[in-house]
C-alpha cells in the first residue's frame, strides 16, 4: 500500500463535494434553483457514485456466479492496489474490481483459513497443490468479520483467530 487509508480518497470526495457544492454554493448564490442544483450534485458526486459502482459490481458478480449475492463490503486487494467489492453468495467468493477483470473468485469449500486483523483480511485458499493468500483492506471491517464467521468454510482449519498459528 502506497498510504495510510486506502478509503481517503472516497472521503476525501464526500468533505469537498459537500464544502464546495452542498455549504458554499448554496451560501454565496442568490437563486434559490441554483442552490438546490448544487445540493443535488453533491449527493450525486458523494453517494450517487458509491451507489452506481455497488449496483455495477453486484450485477457483474452474479454475472459471473450465476447465484444471488449474499453479502458484500468496499475492499482494496493489497497485491494490485485495486479498489472494489468483496462479494459473496452461497457457493462463492469474490473480489470484483471496479475497473479490471474478476480474478480473485474460489469456492467456499476451496477455502482453508482466514485470518481478520483490524481492516486487514488474509485469506488462504485451496488451488490444485498449493495454498494461495489474498491480501484485503476492507472498509468495514466488524461487518466483514461478521460475514465471514457465518459463512460456510468447509476448509479443515476453519478460522484463524488473529495472532494464532
Given at each position: 500500500?502506497?498510504?495510510?487509508?486506502?478509503?481517503?480518497?472516497?472521503?476525501?470526495?464526500?468533505?469537498?463535494?459537500?464544502?464546495?457544492?452542498?455549504?458554499?454554493?448554496?451560501?454565496?448564490?442568490?437563486?434559490?434553483?441554483?442552490?438546490?442544483?448544487?445540493?443535488?450534485?453533491?449527493?450525486?458526486?458523494?453517494?450517487?457514485?458509491?451507489?452506481?459502482?455497488?449496483?455495477?459490481?453486484?450485477?457483474?458478480a452474479e454475472a459471473f456466479t450465476g447465484e444471488p449475492l449474499r453479502w458484500s463490503a468496499a475492499a482494496v486487494k493489497t497485491s494490485s492496489d485495486w479498489r472494489g467489492y468483496l462479494m459473496a453468495t452461497d457457493q462463492y467468493f469474490i473480489f470484483v474490481p471496479c475497473f479490471h477483470k474478476i480474478t480473485s473468485a474460489a469456492s467456499w469449500k476451496d477455502m482453508v483459513s482466514y485470518e481478520m486483523e483490524g481492516a486487514h483480511l488474509h485469506m488462504y485458499v485451496k488451488q490444485q497443490q498449493t495454498v494461495r493468500s489474498l491480501q484485503f483492506v476492507v472498509s468495514s471491517p466488524e461487518k466483514t468479520a461478521l460475514q465471514l464467521k457465518e459463512s460456510p468454510i468447509e476448509g479443515p482449519a476453519g478460522s484463524i483467530e488473529a495472532g494464532q498459528q
Open positions: 500500500m502506497r498510504y495510510g487509508n486506502p478509503f481517503l480518497g472516497r472521503y476525501l470526495r464526500y468533505v469537498t463535494a459537500w464544502l464546495a457544492l452542498g455549504i458554499f454554493v448554496p451560501i454565496f448564490t442568490a437563486s434559490l434553483w441554483i442552490s438546490l442544483l448544487s445540493v443535488l450534485a453533491a449527493a450525486v458526486i458523494t453517494v450517487g457514485i458509491d451507489a452506481a459502482g455497488w449496483l455495477w459490481s453486484k450485477k457483474k
